[in-house]
């Protein structure tokens, strides 16, 4: 079993939360808009990261992380970018390569809304963590926790940082 720590949009902002929520994960998944190399490399000193980059993510970021990842964890086909979309109403340009690859798990960020749902024309769970950062609309700040156990996606956990 593995237990994911999954959260996008922190914009540079370090929380110490980070610290405590992500203690009992075996990884860090990061959506997009890193927003620095130190946050990513303090991420990374945390638990093993997997991120894409994001639309305000510099160049040294975007060379670090790529726009859009593919892997398997345990048994679940990850797809993974920051401006995907969701459910009915994907991004144009990763429509096309998330329905070619067909994957378990689809994970964006962007929106800075946190959103769970299941896309029953794809078989496929959609996860926007929502926004760590203190950077944009959103009022509340948000990472999500859930575990992979073979082919299950389970344990699934909202977790609120507080007001922006």
């Known amino acids: 079993m593995l237990k994911i720590g999954l959260l996008s949009d922190t914009?540079?902002?370090?929380?110490?939360?980070?610290?405590?929520?992500?203690?009992?994960?075996?990884?860090i998944w990061h959506a997009g808009d890193i927003g620095?190399?130190?946050?990513?490399?303090?991420?990374?000193?945390?638990?093993?990261?997997?991120?894409?980059?994001?639309?305000?993510?510099?160049?040294?970021?975007?060379?670090?992380?790529?726009?859009?990842a593919h892997f398997t964890a345990e048994q679940v086909k990850v797809m993974m970018t920051h401006i995907g979309g969701y459910p009915g109403r994907y991004n144009p340009a990763i429509r096309e390569e998330l329905y070619n690859t067909h994957p378990h798990l689809f994970i964006a960020g962007h929106s800075h809304i946190l959103k769970v749902a299941f896309d029953r024309n794809l078989q496929c769970l959609y996860i926007n963590p929502g926004a760590a950062g203190k950077s944009g609309f959103h009022q509340v700040r948000t990472l999500v926790r859930f575990a992979i156990d073979g082919q299950q996606i389970k344990d699934l956990e909202v977790i609120e940082l507080g007001n922006r």
């Open 11 to 27: 914009h540079a902002w370090w929380d110490d939360k980070y610290v405590e929520y992500f203690s009992t994960c075996d990884e």
């Open 36 to 68: 620095s190399e130190q946050l990513a490399a303090r991420l990374a000193a945390l638990k093993p990261l997997r991120a894409v980059c994001g639309n305000i993510d510099g160049q040294a970021l975007r060379l670090q992380y790529p726009l859009v």
